[in-house]
């Protein structure tokens, strides 16, 4: 059973061609890592994933479904996304905007419940933002304001979850808390797409990569067979080496003179 396929989807930019013809499957249970230079499309890929964002050729299918045909509500109840940015046009507090989460699964004017509340408080405790629940997301830092964006979408509990660049401003210690909620939630069954930046990030929780040349051109499939030096040296256009001690394995940039 697949939560999400791309059929033959073909992306562009303007003039500019982002992936022809990608092909790609996420299934309960699998956590895709989406990795390629800045410009590449990987935002992109996400809002056409989303259903946000139309083809140029080929289709996104949604528990089997052309994804613009199923209703919004329903939509919002199978696929969270989390996007890059996370402002708001109007004052909310960190507890307000948990609570938006819960609305694809409420009916039109229903009121949060004091489940609802109590798992966004729950939520803003291990996302460790605690005493911050009444404060405008506005006058948080960027890393702190990532993690009620995080919380949100899991209030949101969707089957399948998209994630744009999640990590982007959190510090060592809370990138390795996220990592390891993404594991977790793969394990449980959850389906993920991660777009990110770093290819180490893949051995914590993906069991799937894309990697997306900018181009047009792709490569997609089970970590371990994309995941290479000399495939991450023609992506980044920069050498990259491998480093191995026993399961474990490890990226590393050579070190490059400024221009």
Not at 41 to 46: C, F, I, Q
Not at 116 to 143: C, K, P, Q
Not at 194 to 215: E, Y
Request: charged fraction near 25%; include cysteine.
């Amino acid at each position: 059973m697949s939560l999400l396929t791309a059929r033959d989807l073909t992306l562009a930019q303007g003039e500019r061609l982002l992936c022809r013809r990608l092909n790609l499957t996420v299934r309960p249970g699998e956590a895709w890592l989406v990795l390629g230079e800045n410009g590449a499309g990987k935002s992109t890929l996400l809002a056409a994933l989303a259903g946000w964002h139309a083809a140029s050729h080929g289709e996104v299918l949604l528990d089997g479904a052309p994804i613009e045909t199923v209703p919004a509500r329903r939509r919002a109840r199978r696929l969270g996304w989390m996007t890059q940015h996370d402002d708001s046009p109007f004052p909310v507090s960190v507890l307000e905007k948990l609570l938006t989460g819960v609305h694809p699964r409420r009916r039109r004017w229903e009121w949060e419940s004091a489940e609802d509340l109590a798992l966004a408080r729950r939520l803003i405790e291990a996302m460790d933002l605690g005493g911050l629940e009444g404060r405008d997301i506005a006058a948080l830092s960027g890393g702190e304001r990532r993690r009620v964006s995080l919380a949100t979408l899991f209030m949101q509990d969707t089957p399948l979850m998209l994630l744009d660049e999640p990590l982007s401003q959190l510090d060592l210690r809370h990138q390795q808390q996220m990592l390891a909620l993404f594991a977790r939630e793969r394990a449980a069954g959850r389906g993920l797409v991660v777009v990110g930046h770093d290819p180490n990030h893949a051995s914590a929780f993906a069991s799937h990569v894309l990697l997306m040349a900018g181009d047009g051109e792709w490569q997609a499939g089970p970590r371990d067979s994309v995941l290479t030096a000399k495939a991450l040296s023609a992506l980044y256009r920069h050498p990259v080496r491998e480093w191995t001690d026993g399961a474990e394995r490890w990226f590393v940039p050579e070190a490059a003179p400024w221009r």
